[in-house]
Nanobody, 115 residues
Framework: QVRLVESGGGLVQPGGSLRLSCVSS????????KNWYRQAPGSQRELVAS???????NYADSVKGRFTISIDNAKNTVYLQMNSLKSEDTAVYYC?????????WGQGTQVTVSS
């Protein structure tokens, strides 16, 4: 059974940084495309960053230049480094693994950007 566990969320002031982690278990880590989504209250879940099996990254326009997605195959972990955080980045952030018809989600980690 595939399990994804996010961590690293919290309260940060505008302009600050956080690094989210998503540790996977029960999955063949390298075969999955890996994504970070977020969902703010009253909003739809949106794709923030993705990294393909081949290492190609893609970002939402709203986070380009501020967020970086990366992976550590040895630790079965995907990261989201978030810099220059803004209040509009406040949301629950979810890790997502996808390949073919298989898709898995973590439970989410809350990120709150506020002074």
């Amino acid at each position: 059974q595939v399990r994804l566990v996010e961590s690293g969320g919290g309260l940060v002031q505008p302009g600050g940084s956080l690094r989210l982690s998503c540790v996977s278990s029960g999955a063949t880590f390298v075969i999955y495309h890996k994504n970070w989504y977020r969902q703010a209250p009253g909003s739809q879940r949106e794709l923030v960053a993705s990294i393909t099996r081949g290492g190609i990254t893609n970002y939402a326009d709203s986070v380009k230049g501020r967020f970086t997605i990366s992976i550590d195959n040895a630790k079965n972990t995907v990261y989201l480094q978030m810099n220059s955080l803004k209040s509009e980045d406040t949301a629950v952030y979810y890790c997502n693994f996808r390949v073919g018809s298989s898709e898995y989600w973590g439970q989410g980690t809350q990120v709150t950007v506020s002074s």
